[in-house]
């Protein structure tokens, strides 16, 4: 499988000439869900999803399918008939060859005042977890973890206990996009020190094997 890295929240993952992307939101690339014969999004906010991307990629392949829950599938569902596919906790689904199982149910806490709103994480081929917005374990092993490495719900320390939780083979950083590069080699070098995993970071626009 063939991962590339968009700005911020965004995966793009390739196979057997087939492609699902996940999370093209607002900070991401104006380009990054075109092409895609599934899309997937983890929630509802602008950084994860952006309803014009989404509308773009659908418009460009009439083959294209979106699975997401409730809140986003209703902005989109009337538009495309038959193409929207509303998921949940514990659903599994198989897409242009992709198998899919949706874990978690709610974003991490920004702050108690603040409501929190459903998020569902991702697990691609038994093998690849994007967890949105939240810190979701997926109640089984994990090789590639999305590691969700700045945001205004986590702290370093929050990140580095959920590398070790999961377990993963690998973790490459996602949700980066408010992340300086003056601060860049202070998480690589902690989260590499101490989350006791191979630690990865891709540049957008780059691509590795997975």
């Known amino acids: 499988m063939k991962l590339t890295k968009n700005t911020h929240a965004c995966v793009r993952l390739e196979k057997d000439g087939r492609t699902l992307v996940i999370d093209p939101g607002m900070f991401t690339e104006e380009d990054a869900a075109l092409g895609a014969d599934v899309l997937l999004v983890t929630h509802e906010h602008?950084?994860?999803?952006?309803?014009?991307?989404?509308?773009?990629?659908?418009?460009?392949?009439?083959?294209?399918?979106?699975?997401?829950?409730?809140?986003?599938?209703?902005?989109?569902?009337?538009?495309?008939?038959?193409?929207?596919?509303?998921?949940?906790?514990?659903?599994?689904?198989?897409?242009?060859?992709?198998?899919?199982?949706?874990?978690?149910?709610?974003?991490?806490?920004?702050?108690?005042?603040?409501?929190?709103?459903?998020?569902?994480?991702?697990?691609?081929?038994?093998?690849?977890?994007?967890?949105?917005d939240a810190l979701t374990v997926p109640d089984r092993p994990v090789e590639t973890l999305f590691l969700p490495v700045m945001a205004p719900w986590n702290k370093i320390s929050e990140v580095i206990e959920y590398v070790r939780e999961v377990k993963p083979v690998r973790a490459y950083d996602i949700h980066d996009a408010l992340l300086t590069d003056l601060a860049r080699p202070i998480y690589d070098r902690q989260i590499g020190a101490l989350a006791g995993t191979d630690h990865r970071r891709l540049a957008p626009g780059t691509s590795t094997e997975l």
Do not use: C, Y
């Not at 952006?50 to 399918?65: F, H, K, Q, S, V």
């Not at 998921?87 to 920004?110: K, R």
């Open 46 to 132: 602008p950084d994860h999803f952006d309803e014009g991307r989404l509308r773009a990629a659908l418009e460009a392949n009439p083959a294209a399918e979106v699975w997401t829950l409730r809140s986003v599938a209703e902005q989109l569902a009337a538009a495309f008939p038959g193409r929207v596919h509303t998921v949940g906790h514990g659903d599994t689904f198989t897409a242009a060859g992709f198998e899919v199982q949706v874990h978690g149910e709610l974003h991490a806490v920004i702050h108690p005042d603040i409501p929190r709103i459903t998020n569902v994480g991702f697990l691609v081929d038994g093998s690849v977890f994007h967890p949105g």
